[in-house]
């Protein structure tokens, strides 16, 4: 058995951004120029077929990790093995240095034995790399439920070979009291105007670092975004003070045109913020809290608050969030653990033995009688 304790994946290659629409992410700097035409050949069919830029930079970053973990072992990548997946997954699940002594969770492991098995398979089909897949299937071989009869109930199927069990978890939101301590930790009026923009219209963090000057309407009170999954130019409504926060931005920088980014870096020469540089300022503000905010849990907040709100229906937080199904919609429906504390606290609050005040029993009005069968009656 190989040890994997205390390994140290060396920092060969990166991820580069390119200005091509064919390939917008690839990988550079590998020892073997080989392999990086390996790669970029497979992201290429992944854009190909239509998948987004998001998912060849998510792909790019699992497949750099696959190799430099090889680069560690020895092993070439067309001579893998099932047993270096298997220490693979044994590495991610130990604690991470980078990581704050964390392991990877289990959908990063799941999801980098995705990209593996669908990079192998991809090679094998043009007859390159191991002859079998190092990544185990499923038993069954197929996809669970892809032939799923309606009418029958789910049963509980094998995980694949290495696969992690997820936990179904609520999405976190945050309190009203860390919201208030998050703003309070930020250091530019951008960072309190995005944060605001993420709380009120609920978009993910890739759709409003996106936006351009053109995309707010301020009568009407909303933003446009292109949707991630869809890449549809939708409008979705955000609050007053979301706006107000963006005029305070826009007063201290305001942008070239209206087809120029909204979003941009404070320091000169500016540039369109992108998603790293947003997430190391919302670092600063954990750093500082001692917290472990994420972007998306600012969408989770909004979606959290939109559908414990009695006034606001179902069906509109779906459109809002922009969701395919309203069972995912449906996940933000919980009780919140702050309010919950309160009630229970109100609750034990009271003296005992104190009766519930009743509430008068419904009847007719003598008045409303007297008009209907006369004053005899």
């Known amino acids: 058995m190989r040890n994997v304790s205390g390994l140290v994946l060396p920092k060969v290659g990166a991820v580069r951004s390119t200005t091509s629409r064919e390939l917008p992410w690839q990988i550079t700097g590998l020892p073997a120029a080989s392999d990086n035409r390996v790669i970029e050949g497979f992201l290429l069919e992944l ?17 750099l990790r696959w190799w430099r973990f090889l680069a560690v072992i020895g092993i070439r990548w067309d001579a893998a093995t099932r047993e270096d997946v298997r220490d693979l997954v044994l590495w991610m699940r130990q604690p991470q240095p980078t990581m ?14 995705s990209v593996l098995s669908v990079f192998y398979a991809h090679h094998a089909q043009r007859g390159i790399g191991p002859v079998v897949n190092p990544v185990p299937a499923a038993p069954s071989g197929v996809r669970r439920y892809a032939h ?12 694949a070979p ?7 978890t609520r999405p976190r939101a ?12 930020l250091t530019s009026t951008r960072d309190r105007a995005l944060v605001a923009m993420y709380l009120a219209t609920g978009a993910r963090a890739s759709e409003l670092l996106g936006m351009t000057g053109r995309d707010v309407d301020w009568g009407n009170q909303t933003v446009a975004v292109i949707s991630k999954g869809t890449r549809a130019y939708q409008w979705v409504p955000t609050s007053p003070d979301s706006l107000t926060w963006l005029r305070l931005y826009l007063d201290e920088a305001p942008p070239a045109g209206l087809g120029d980014a909204l979003w941009r870096t404070l320091r000169r020469p500016h540039r369109p913020l992108n998603y790293s540089a947003m997430r190391a300022a919302l670092e600063r503000v954990n750093k500082s809290l001692g917290t472990d905010i994420t972007l998306h849990d600012l969408r989770h907040t ?9 006034a606001v229906p179902l069906t509109d937080v779906q459109a809002v969030l922009r969701h395919a199904h309203l069972s ?40 409303d009688l007297a008009d209907l069968f006369g004053e005899s009656q």
């Not at 290495?162 to 179904?168: E, G, K």
């Not at 909004?302 to 009695?310: H, I, K, S, W």
Request: net charge positive.
């Open 47 to 63: 854009s190909t077929n239509d998948c987004s830029s998001q998912t060849l930079r998510s792909y790019a970053f699992d497949l």
């Open 100 to 113: 704050g002594a964390r392991p990877y969770l289990p959908a990063s492991i799941n999801h980098m034995l």
């Open 302 to 310: 909004c979606a959290t608050r939109l559908a414990n709100d009695p």
């Open 162 to 168: 290495y696969r992690q069990r997820t936990m179904h």
């Open 328 to 367: 995912t919609t449906s996940r933000y429906i919980h009780v919140q653990t702050q309010d919950m504390l309160a009630r229970v606290r109100q609750h034990h609050q009271k003296p005992p033995g104190q009766p519930q005040p009743t509430k008068p029993a419904w009847g007719y009005d003598s008045s």
């Open 174 to 185: 945050l309190s009203d009291d860390l919201i208030d301590r998050t703003f309070a930790a």
């Open 148 to 159: 799923h009869n309606p009418m029958d109930a789910y049963k509980t199927g094998q995980r």
